[in-house]
């Protein structure tokens, strides 16, 4: 156990849809990223926060935002959810950037 | 864009046998990250290598750096079924973004 929950473990939508997943950091971790893996496109690196304020983007859709609230627990909004937006989404956090970073278990987000 | 490629795609080998994987960048490395991920998993943190020639070890995992050639090799030694897994590597392109190889998948049997 990584000590970096993710809820929910797997969601089923349509498309159009908007979701909101949920990450929260190992205690103490100031750090949040999150990525998204599919087949084809392996593991793609989202976003990062670091304290509430987002430090890096990386691949992410303009339909995706995120935040991180005072609390450290993090957010991922998807909207206008399309087929190619299923993917598993993992977050993950660690103290410091760049440093050792724990992943959580993922959500498996499919959209039919 | 930094890009990195891992090879072999997809690796089985017999339970004992001795197994290296490779991640080449296309750009210098400022630190190499391995992690291991078991199907439809998160990821674990193997190892992270920052310096040119840098070699760390973790049980029978070996990993080093060679900044040279923008390479990183993982060897294992005497594989285990536990050993078994996807092995992916990830590198920090001094842009503040992290990016991921495309992943080896390892079977052993035994």
């Known amino acids: 156990d990584s000590g970096v929950t993710q809820t929910p473990k797997h969601l089923i939508t349509a498309t159009g849809q908007r979701v909101t997943l949920r990450c929260s950091p190992r205690?103490?971790?100031?750090?949040v990223y999150w990525y998204q893996q599919s087949l084809d496109q392996g593991l793609q690196f989202l976003i990062h926060y670091y304290n509430g304020e987002e430090r890096a983007k990386g691949n992410i859709l303009e339909r995706f935002s995120a935040q991180q609230f005072p609390d450290l627990h993090s957010e991922l909004n998807l909207s206008s959810l399309e087929l190619g937006d299923s993917a598993l989404y993992f977050c993950?956090?660690?103290?410091?950037?760049?440093?050792?970073?724990?992943f959580g278990p993922g959500t498996r987000l499919t959209v039919l | 864009s930094q890009e990195l490629e891992q090879s072999p795609q997809s690796l089985i080998v017999q339970e004992g046998k001795n197994l290296t994987i490779n991640c080449t960048s296309s750009?210098?490395?400022?630190?190499l990250y391995w992690y291991k991920q078991k199907y439809g998993e998160g990821l674990i943190f193997l190892m992270m290598l920052q310096k040119g020639g840098e070699e760390k070890s973790h049980e029978k995992i070996t990993a080093k750096l060679d900044e040279k050639k923008q390479q990183s090799s993982l060897h294992i030694t005497a594989s285990q079924p536990s050993h078994a897994g996807i092995y992916l590597c990830g590198a920090d392109p001094n842009t503040d973004k992290l990016i991921f190889g495309t992943g080896t998948r390892l079977q052993v049997f035994p």
């Open positions: 993950a956090s660690s103290s410091v950037w760049l440093n050792e970073q724990f």
């Open positions: 205690s103490g971790d100031l750090s």
């Open positions: 750009k210098t490395l400022y630190g």
